[in-house]
Nanobody, 125 residues
């Protein structure tokens, strides 16, 4: 089992920045990839960014490229999502996800077997 806890959400003005954190515990040595997804009210959960754990290759949704960066701190078993130039359409609950098996698919919620509880991000216009 892998436990994930997100933090860092909040209210920010458009154009501002936030950094989300996702702390992992449990069988973290078995993690092969971690990702961030988000879900706005009335919408499906959508992919934001992901990182392959061993290679540190990163993947981003087109809507966030150039504004959002996924990174990690191995010593702290923590993944970050640095969000800059935030827009009102970035408003959503942001979820951290992890998987413990091999896959080359990063953008689908079905390919992650552990999830955090989510953290709310609200961008005011």
């Amino acid at each position: 089992q892998v436990q994930l806890v997100e933090s860092g959400g909040g209210l920010v003005q458009a154009g501002g920045s936030l950094r989300l954190s996702c702390g992992a515990s449990g069988r973290t040595s078995s993690v092969s990839a971690m990702a961030w997804f988000r879900q706005a009210p009335g919408k499906e959960r959508e992919f934001v960014a992901a990182m392959h754990w061993r290679s540190e290759n990163t993947y981003y949704a087109d809507s966030v490229k150039g504004r959002i960066t996924i990174s990690r701190d191995n010593a702290k078993n923590t993944v970050y999502l640095q969000m800059n130039s935030l827009k009102p359409e970035d408003t959503a609950v942001y979820y951290c996800a992890a998987r413990t098996y091999y896959s080359e698919t990063y953008t689908n919620t079905g390919f992650y077997n552990f999830w955090g509880q989510g953290t709310q991000v609200t961008v005011a216009s």
